[in-house]
């Protein structure tokens, strides 16, 4: 995977970049992008969601795998927030990804096999949990799975691209912009100005 | 037929072409004004409010056009033909320039970041305090009175301040501080630096016609009620209200051409639709394309009078490049906001607070560095929780943290001037042209070891101001962004009193061709700690007037 690596440091050199070019005033606008073809952007979710890139079988892991990473817990999750199918569009409108998103599928279906004998998405839901853990939390990180843990911060990464910019995710953020203020909001906590006293945390 | 003569032809539609239209127009002049690019509607042509969601690629963009985008504003939320994709530019071996050129009627002032402090005589004043290059040809009292009726003009909120850095003008009531800035400002106090509501062209009560803001916080992609300052909101209307403003949309500018005595006579564009050239005629032209454009037309309007460009007997022109080194300086987070509920902070996009220049004011070499810098921070719940990446793991856990830490992130950037340097300078490219067979610009241009040394000052000053905070720092960015990155370049066609050293006169009217007039940042002699914007416009209006005056007298036909 010589190449994969260097593409995916540049993968998240931008993304990183962009992360922090959020935070600069004036610029907002968090992923680099461009041209704007917002006609039919806003298409009904068919009943049926057909993948445009991914077969079957890799694309019921996908939504599997989404929906592991931000799961339906009470709140909505990836899957009221059709993420896999985001992710599976913008695969398919980035060749860069493509490779990687296939090629990660496999090795997860191969490492289920290994350890558990059977493809990822037929595994157990423990079984699912537990590969996972190993990829996702650096002390429980093991030799051998740096593919793997690649993958899984790529699949990551879109699975909360997807669920932060679609309408539930927003909602669960309560992402206050946009709306309209008849004048700037401002602090509400007067006489608190270093905030040592906020009402109990509510999340 | 007989051929039209303009009293003026402005190149450009920015801050500085938008004022000159409108002040030449209302003076009853009768103005040509051309513009690269088309003509947008600013009600309907920006991103409207419109959800991540309502976009097809939820505002990451098309991939494969992901790498020509300029990042940030030129995104899929404003629609084509708004940035410049068509017409190249070149980098000398070594540079490295991001060069974001919005070629809508009205350019960057469409999306600009609206911070708009004045200079002072600290920054006119720079090299007799410092001893570092000149000072500038005239004082802060001769042009202040200029700021009071652009910040009239187009309305500025902010306070009194009183720093010695940073002249008060008139000012609109503030934009209230958030949650995070009463804490970092808490946190700037503890270290000594000065933490207060920023300078920003945005309506908090509605001014001369215009809405008052709603805090959507949508600014960068364009504002959709015209309530902050841009041209096709501002001037454009107020120009063509006079009946004399001709404006002509998709004219690239190739030269400025000259009559017999080598003055200005009008200008050679190409019409983007035919790919015909076409020649227009002024008794003046005002050139206002942008501190590198400028330059790049006025290099190319070579003749036997001005065989190295025109107006550049100093051999100035293009020399002098400065621009403001921006970047990452730290990105952490506020502990005391953790699980607390969404706080509309996302109002302007988050332009509410800066740090205005502290250091060096006492004495101007009081640090490693002479001069100074701003600091601009910002945060909280955003569009976006990009802090996603300091929190591992996955499952319901993921999902409460980045629901907890939403309202806690903070961030800052540096606005660090370059100092001038023979080394950083535009030339034309011998052998590159553009699509429409006109040389393009070359730049030459390296940060400074004086930036570099406010970069890692910034860096340490940031991160004890957030530590006071109470906050986390999670890191800063190594490198800076590179340059051209501000959009805010100065100094390619300086103005001074000495002709055989400076392009222009203190008025902006060239030392060579008295009926040729730059109107745009390239006049500067440097960037300063502030943002461009409003001396652009300050700076327009003198010379404007001055012109008007010219005109008065019968200096221009």
């Known amino acids: ?203 | 037929m007989p051929k039209t003569v303009y009293d003026v032809i402005v190149i450009g539609t920015g801050a500085g072409g938008g004022m000159a239209i409108k002040t030449l127009c209302e003076a009853g002049l009768k103005v040509c004004a051309l513009n690269s690019g088309r003509r947008i509607n600013p009600a309907r042509d920006f991103r409207n409010h419109r959800m991540p969601y309502e976009m097809k690629y939820r505002g990451f963009g098309d991939p494969r056009k992901r790498a020509q985008s300029y990042g940030y504003m030129d995104n899929e939320y404003v629609g084509e033909g708004i940035w410049e994709h068509g017409i190249t530019y070149t980098t000398a071996p070594g540079t490295e320039w991001m060069w974001p050129r919005c070629h809508a009627v009205g350019g960057k002032t469409n999306f600009w970041g609206r911070s708009s402090a004045r200079f002072g005589d600290i920054d006119f004043r720079a090299a007799t305090l410092d001893g570092y290059d000149v000072d500038w040809p005239m004082t802060y009292e001769e042009i202040a009175p200029y700021y009071s009726r652009v910040e009239k003009m187009i309305g500025v909120a902010s306070t009194v301040q009183n720093r010695p850095s940073n002249p008060d003008g008139e000012y609109l009531p503030p934009m209230k501080l958030r949650c995070l800035d009463h804490i970092l400002q808490r946190g700037a106090e503890k270290v000594g630096a000065p933490y207060l509501p920023d300078r920003i062209a945005q309506l908090t009560r509605s001014h001369n016609d215009h809405p008052a803001c709603h805090f959507c916080g949508n600014c960068t992609d364009g504002c959709d009620t015209g309530s902050f300052f841009s041209t096709p909101w501002f001037l454009l209307p107020l120009a063509e209200k006079t009946g004399n403003l001709e404006l002509r949309t998709n004219a690239v500018v190739r030269s400025i051409l000259v009559d017999e005595n080598g003055r200005a006579k009008g200008a050679a564009y190409i019409d983007r639709d035919t790919r015909q050239e076409v020649e227009i005629y002024g008794r003046a032209v005002v050139v206002a394309a942008s501190c590198v454009e400028s330059a790049r037309i006025m290099l190319n309007s070579k003749s036997r009078f001005w065989p190295a460009g025109i107006a550049n007997s100093s051999g100035q022109l293009g020399r002098n490049l400065c621009d403001h080194m921006y970047g990452d300086i730290g990105h952490g987070y506020l502990p005391q906001l953790l699980g607390q509920p969404s706080f509309p902070d996302n109002v302007s996009d988050s332009t509410i607070a800066w740090m205005p220049r502290w250091q060096n004011l006492k004495n101007p070499r009081e640090e490693k560095f002479i001069r100074g810098y701003s600091i601009y921070p910002g945060g909280g719940c955003g569009e976006f929780p990009w802090f996603q990446h300091h929190l591992e793991g996955f499952g319901s856990e993921l999902k409460r943290n980045i629901k907890r830490y939403y309202p806690t992130p903070v961030g800052a950037t540096i606005q660090a001037p370059s100092l001038r340097s023979d080394t950083n300078y535009v030339d034309i490219d011998p052998e590159v042209k553009d699509i429409y067979g006109i040389p393009v610009v070359r730049v030459h241009f390296q940060w400074d070891s004086n930036t570099l040394q406010m970069w890692e000052h910034a860096k340490q000053v940031w991160a004890e101001v957030l530590r006071a905070s109470g906050g986390e720092l999670w890191g800063a960015a190594e490198h800076s962004e590179p340059p051209g990155y501000s959009l805010h370049e100065t100094g390619t066609c300086r103005m001074g009193n000495d002709l055989r050293k400076f392009v222009t006169n203190r008025f902006g009217q060239t030392h060579d061709v008295p009926n040729l007039y730059v109107c745009d940042a390239s006049v500067f002699l440097c960037c300063t700690d502030k943002t461009t914007t409003i001396s652009i416009l300050a700076f327009t209006l003198r010379t404007c007037e001055y012109m008007i005056e010219n005109f008065r007298h019968g200096s221009h036909g």
């Not at chain 1, 090629?103 to 004998?117: I, K, P, R, T």
């Not at chain 1, 590969?131 to 879109?158: C, M, P, T, V, W």
């Not at chain 1, 008849?182 to 945390?201: F, I, K, M, T």
Request: glycine share 8%.
């Open chain 1, 1 to 203: 995977m010589a190449g994969q690596g260097m593409e995916r440091r540049e993968v998240l050199r931008v993304m990183a970049l962009a992360a922090a070019a959020s935070q600069f005033p004036g610029f907002r606008r968090w992923a680099f992008a461009c041209d704007h073809l917002a006609d039919g952007a806003l298409q009904p979710r068919p009943a049926q969601y057909t993948p445009q890139f991914f077969n079957p079988h890799e694309y019921a892991s996908l939504e599997r795998l989404t929906e592991l990473i931000l799961p339906s817990d009470g709140s909505p999750g990836a899957n009221e927030a059709g993420v896999s199918e985001f992710v599976d569009f913008m695969v398919w409108s980035d060749p860069s990804l493509q490779y990687r998103f296939r090629y990660g599928l496999a090795w997860l279906d191969a490492h289920a096999s290994n350890l558990h004998g059977k493809a990822f998405l037929d595994s157990g839901a423990d079984q699912q949990t537990s590969i996972l853990e190993h990829l996702a939390y650096k002390d429980r990180y093991r030799q051998g799975e740096e593919d793997g843990r690649a993958f899984f911060s790529l699949a990551r990464e879109y699975t909360l691209m997807g669920f932060y910019t679609s309408k539930v995710g927003l909602e669960q953020l309560d992402f206050p912009g946009f709306k309209f203020y008849a004048e700037s909001p401002g602090c509400p906590h007067g006489g608190d100005p270093e905030h040592l006293h906020l009402p109990r945390p509510k999340y």
